[in-house]
C-alpha cells in the first residue's frame, strides 16, 4: 500500500490493517465513512468526546476497527487521538507500525507527560498514545485517579478520543474505561460470536451506566453484502450514476466484489436493540 504522496505506508506487516486508502479495499473503507457518520449523527444532542471500543470476546478486531474509525474521522476533518488503552494484548501500534514501550503506561506511572508520549503518524493524520510497558495490574491502572485525570486532559485538547480497549466480557478493564466514556462502540464478528456472549457484554455495560452508541458487525463476508455492494458499486462508477438503472437492474455488470481483508470485511454500526437481536 501507498500513501497520498507515494510513499509506502508504515502499517507492520503483522498488525490490524489499514484500509482507508487503496482501490482493493474501497468498499471497506466506504464502510468506514458510513460508521464515521453514524456517530456524527449519534453524538447529536449530547458531547461525544471520548468513546471506548471494546468487544465481546477475543480476536473480534477491534483495534483494527478503532485504527481505520481514526483514520476516517482524521480524514474528515476531526482532530482524533488513537489510545492503546487494551494493556493486555495491545495491537493498535501495530496498525501504525510504532513501538508501544512507551505510551499510555508510562504517562500514568509519571515517567513522562502526555505531549511527549503522543505520536503524530503523517500519512494519516491521527495521533496515537500506544499502550506503553505492560503493567501487573492492568485494572487498577485504567481504574485509578491518574487515568481520569489522563482522561480529562485528552477531552481538553482532542475533538475525539478513541480507547482501544479489551474484550469487556472476561475483563473488567473496558467496563472501568465505558463507565467514563461518552460512548461505546462494540465490536462482534459475523457467524461467529455467540448470541449470549453479545447479551452477556451488553449488560456487563449497561451495569456500569455505559451509553451503547452501536455494534459494528465485522467480517461479513462479500457474498452477504449483496444490495448494499450492488449499490455502493452503481454509483461509484465514473460518469455512470445518472444512469437510470433499466427494469430495476443495472445498465451494465456490476464489477466483481471488492477484494476484501480477512481482517476487515464489512464493517456496519447499528443500534442495539432487544436480546433477540443482539
Keep these: 500500500m501507498r500513501g497520498r504522496a507515494g510513499r509506502a505506508l508504515p502499517v507492520h506487516p503483522s498488525g490490524p490493517p489499514l484500509v482507508m486508502e487503496g482501490d482493493q479495499y474501497r468498499l471497506v473503507a466506504e464502510a468506514f465513512r458510513s460508521l464515521r457518520t453514524n456517530l456524527q449523527y449519534a453524538a447529536l444532542g449530547s458531547p461525544l468526546r471520548i468513546l471506548t ?16 474509525l481514526a483514520v476516517a474521522l482524521a480524514q474528515g476533518g476531526t482532530r482524533v487521538l488513537a489510545v492503546g488503552a487494551d494493556l493486555r494484548r495491545p495491537a493498535l501500534h501495530r496498525a501504525f507500525d510504532l513501538d508501544h514501550r512507551v505510551g499510555l503506561t508510562s504517562v500514568l506511572m509519571g515517567r513522562m507527560s502526555l505531549e511527549e508520549a503522543v505520536r503524530q503518524t503523517e500519512p494519516w493524520g491521527v495521533d496515537v498514545l500506544p499502550s506503553g510497558p505492560l503493567p501487573p495490574n492492568p485494572a487498577e491502572l485504567l481504574g485509578s485517579r491518574q487515568m481520569a485525570a489522563l482522561l480529562e486532559e485528552m477531552r481538553q485538547r482532542w475533538e ?110 447499528d443500534r442495539t436493540a432487544g436480546d433477540g437481536d443482539a
Design 160 to 269: 475525539l478520543v478513541l480507547l482501544d480497549t479489551p474484550p469487556v466480557v472476561a475483563l473488567s478493564d473496558a467496563a472501568l474505561l465505558a463507565a467514563r466514556s461518552d460512548g461505546v462502540l462494540l465490536v462482534v464478528t459475523a457467524h461467529q460470536t455467540p448470541r449470549d456472549v453479545v447479551v452477556a457484554a451488553r449488560r456487563q455495560l449497561e451495569q456500569v451506566g455505559a451509553r451503547i452508541l452501536g455494534v459494528v458487525l465485522n467480517r461479513v463476508r462479500p457474498s452477504e453484502s449483496g444490495r448494499y455492494h450492488y449499490y455502493y458499486d452503481y454509483y461509484s462508477r465514473d460518469g455512470s450514476s445518472d444512469e437510470a438503472p433499466r427494469d430495476g437492474r443495472p445498465s451494465r455488470a456490476p464489477r466483481a466484489p471488492a477484494s476484501l481483508d480477512e481482517r476487515g470485511g464489512r464493517v456496519l454500526a
Design 53 to 68: 471500543v471494546t468487544a465481546a470476546g477475543p480476536d473480534e478486531g477491534k483495534s483494527s476497527i478503532t485504527a481505520n
